[in-house]
């Protein structure tokens, strides 16, 4: 009898050490779905993407973690899987240009943080250029060519601030909504009004007011999943007025 108890108590310890096992395995797995989420809202970071021709721009424009990012990578793959590779640093204005085919990019960002921590914070497929790529190829691929063909969507030229007047303005965007925020400059106390305009590719306009405390903000809901153009107006109290911001947003599909 006293045979089985040990036998048991044999039993039971083995189970409880494969037990112990399993759950200290688990605990070693990596989280890899971090890697494709959008970071917490304190390390929030922005990337503007122009396009021109076979070319797209990537331009640093700042974000709550700003002060904790190392940097951003960025890669461009063509339809033919031919990549394009760069890197910005956390200094807004930053730019790295990325060589495509203007034919349906993929262009990602992947932002490393000090904390150890990354986010893809941008997927987005970028238009196909008429001119460059086959017309049918442009009109069956890709649904935001009509959209962008919108004269609505040309931007204004634009007025350079002096810069003992500057005024700063960040634009964050992603599925749904575009989000702009004050950023400051030396013309901060000097504002009067900043008037922030968002145009649809249908010519609808929606205007409202940005205040002058660093971190304020006004959003707006995009009319489309492919583009929105938004423009900036401020008068200052010296009586003098400028269009100082005028881009066409393009809404990140993830």
């Known amino acids: 009898m006293r045979t089985w108890k040990w036998v ?3 039993v039971l310890l083995i189970v409880l050490l494969t037990g112990f096992q399993s759950v200290a395995c688990e605990t070693t797995i990596p989280a890899e779905a971090d890697k494709t989420q959008q970071p917490p809202a304190n390390l929030s970071v922005s990337v503007q993407l122009n396009q021109e021709g076979t070319f797209t721009t990537a331009i640093f424009r700042g974000g709550f973690g700003q002060t904790l990012l190392k940097n951003i990578k960025m890669e461009l793959t ?10 910005l640093t956390n200094v807004i204005g930053d730019s790295v240009v990325l060589k495509g085919s203007g034919c349906g990019d993929m262009v990602t960002g992947t932002a490393y943080f000090m904390n150890g921590m990354s986010y893809v914070i941008l997927n987005e497929k970028m238009q196909y250029i008429v001119g460059i790529c086959p017309v049918d190829k442009a009109h069956v691929s890709d649904p935001c060519a009509e959209i962008a063909a919108s004269p609505s969507l040309k931007p204004d030229q634009i007025q350079e601030i002096p810069a003992n007047k500057s005024v700063i303005i960040q634009t964050n965007v ?19 009004n900043l008037d922030i305009t968002r145009v649809g590719p249908d010519g609808s306009q929606e205007t409202k007011k940005l205040g002058n405390q660093v971190g304020d903000q006004v959003t707006f809901t995009a009319t489309n999943n492919c583009m929105d153009r938004v423009y900036a107006d401020v008068s200052l109290i010296d009586g003098t007025m400028y269009h100082f911001y005028d881009e066409v947003i393009h809404i990140s599909r993830l």
């Open 8 to 10: 048991l108590c044999g």
């Open 78 to 87: 063509t339809p033919e899987g031919e990549k394009s590779v760069g890197e």
């Open 174 to 192: 992603d599925v749904s909504l575009i989000e702009v925020m004050f950023r400051g400059g030396f013309g901060q106390n000097l504002i009067k």
